[in-house]
């Protein structure tokens, strides 16, 4: 059974960066597609960034440039690189395991303004 353990979040200043990791076990990390969503409070998970199992990645329009999603196979591993940050990204962060439908268990991020 896939497990995903999240890692990275905290408290930052607006216009400071954070790097999320995200460590999967299992035998189908590779070829997988992954992704990192959030949650504010009161509001609807949204999908910030997507990566593809051939690399390829999509961002959520508000991120794009500031965010960066990357992953590295040989480490079962995930990041999502946060530059720029707002207070408007704070939020619990969760990695999204697509082959396996498995979410990790959220870190958070809190930016300041």
């Known amino acids: 059974q896939v497990q995903l353990v999240e890692s990275g979040g905290g408290l930052v200043q607006a216009g400071g960066s954070l790097r999320l990791s995200c460590a999967a076990s299992g035998s189908i990390f590779s070829t997988s597609a992954l992704g990192w969503s959030r949650q504010a409070p009161g509001k609807q998970r949204e999908l910030v960034a997507l990566i593809n199992s051939d690399g390829s990645t999509s961002y959520k329009d508000s991120v794009k440039g500031r965010f960066t999603i990357s992953r590295d196979n040989a480490k079962n591993t995930v990041y999502l690189q946060m530059n720029s940050l707002k207070p408007e990204d704070t939020a619990v962060y969760y990695c999204?395991?697509?082959?396996?439908?498995?979410w990790g268990q959220g870190t958070q991020v809190t930016v300041s303004s």
């Open positions: 999204y395991h697509y082959a396996a439908r498995r």
